[in-house]
């Protein structure tokens, strides 16, 4: 094993972490998490570092084996960047086990459940929940996976703010990274054996040797690009749906390509990818409903509307290998979907500029939000109104059209606001006079 990992270092894999890093791994697996239960489960409060070693040991009692645990993915990236904002949404967690068998999969899932069980609030009948019943109440997803190349297993602990703690048990993986800068991973023995042993806080003058490494390949590149906001990646047509949705949550958050002459070479074998994991309209818009629901929540979701445009854009200058009919329906189902969330989020507008409109009413008899009936107007003065769903059902909101995107017919289409009593509907387009 130490020569593997001195082979390693020689590669550039692996990094040692600073103690600036590792006082805020520390502040990750110190914190205490929510895990929320559906209906009337109750809420599980948890430090990360307890749930972790109490899985292990439930494991090791049911004779599986633990080669490393590791941090993986957003919050690894988190740790390790220097700008300390670095957001993050889900905290993943890689358990190296043997999965050799569907008795291997059961131990697992058996370990997540049994730990979980531990965690209950004080006065909950644990003798009355079953294992089948903490599935349902606390897991929000459970994915296993066993073929020739991969073996592992997925268990994800429900969040209601979209940080949900997933828990990996890898047996082998070919494939575990998207793009470098989610390539990084921590390997946590050390400061586990840390906190079971040190009885003094984490500090600069004590505190655990950790290891960082990237499995993009070298970690001094990942980096760099993390540090500096590039997108780097390695055969996308390996990555399931081809890293899409992921390159273009990248794009929208200001990231620019590495290397801008290979970028749209990889921009068709992404999504190339992508259509053949998703090959019909239904899977495409179920995919992409989950991504945006899971992915762009909380201070992100007000990209939500700019990340379709570019996802719109990409599909429309990259796609090879649709037909045209094919193309054409993605393209719309993309329109309909930014259609509907640019609505939403000018409803959104709406209420808080009408909660502030009747607010500032309770302490002065004049409003100063809008029109004599208190009535917000988001456009400055356009009348109009607007549907917040994909259907033909419209409602009367004062709300600004979107910009003007690029259609699958290949021209621009410049929304145009007509004066009232006409109001909108919305259809595969942005907005059409009804």
């Known amino acids: 094993m130490e020569k593997c990992v001195d082979v390693a270092m020689e590669d550039g894999r692996f990094s040692v972490l600073t103690f600036e890093q590792v006082s805020r791994l520390d502040e990750v697996l110190q914190e205490v ?49 220097t700008d300390s904002d670095q957001p993050y949404n889900d905290l993943d967690l890689i358990f190296a086990v043997e999965l050799s068998s569907q008795r291997s999969y059961d131990r697992v899932k058996n370990a997540v459940l049994d730990a979980l069980l531990e965690f209950l609030p004080l006065g909950v009948n644990k003798k009355r929940l079953s294992s089948c019943s903490l599935k349902e ?44 800068v989610d390539s990084f991973q921590i390997i946590l023995d050390s400061i586990l054996f840390f906190y079971d042993c040190a009885e003094l806080p984490i500090s600069e003058t004590l505190y655990p040797t950790v290891l960082g490494e990237s499995v993009y390949g070298n970690f001094s590149e990942a980096f760099y690009h993390l540090q500096n906001r590039m997108i780097a990646t390695k055969l996308p047509e390996q990555i399931r749906g081809g890293g899409l949705l992921k390159y273009c949550n990248l794009l929208v958050k200001d990231y620019t390509p590495a290397s801008p002459q290979e970028i749209k070479t990889l921009e068709r074998y992404m999504c190339s990818r992508f259509f053949i994991d998703f090959p019909d309209v239904t899977q495409q818009q179920n995919k992409l409903e989950s991504y945006l629901l899971n992915h762009l929540v909380g201070a992100d979701e007000g990209l939500r ?42 409803q959104l507008m709406y209420t808080k500029q009408h909660q502030s409109c009747n607010s500032s009413s309770t302490s002065s008899n004049s409003s100063t939000c809008g029109s004599i009936d208190g009535t917000s107007n988001i456009n400055g003065g356009s009348n109009s109104s607007g549907s917040s769903s ?21 021209y621009y289409y410049a929304p145009i606001v007509p004066a009232p009593p006409q109001s909108y509907t919305c259809t595969c387009g942005w907005l059409q006079c009804s």
């Not at 994909?390 to 290949?410: E, K, M, Q, R």
Request: proline share 4%; glycine share 6%; charged share 25%.
């Open 33 to 81: 998490l929510p895990i929320h239960g559906r209906g009337n489960f109750p809420t599980i409060e948890v430090r990360l570092r307890d749930l972790v070693a109490v899985v292990k040991a439930k494991l090791a009692a049911d004779s599986v084996k633990v080669r490393d645990i590791r941090l993986n993915g957003g919050a690894a990236s988190h740790i390790l960047a």
């Open 137 to 180: 109440g606390y897991v929000n997803k459970m994915v296993k996976v066993s073929n020739d190349v991969d073996r592992w297993s997925l268990i994800s602990l429900s969040n209601n703010g979209g940080r949900n703690i997933e828990l990996k048990f890898v047996d082998t993986m070919k494939r575990q990274f998207e793009f470098s």
């Open 305 to 346: 509307y700019e990340y379709l445009r570019r996802l719109h854009r990409v599909v429309d200058e990259s796609t090879v290998c649709l037909m045209g009919h094919e193309r054409r329906q993605t393209l719309n189902l993309i329109d309909e979907l930014a259609c509907q969330v640019f609505y939403t989020d000018q």
């Open 390 to 410: 994909l259907s033909n059902s419209s409602y009367d909101l004062h709300i600004a059209p979107p910009p003007p995107v690029i259609f699958s017919n290949g």
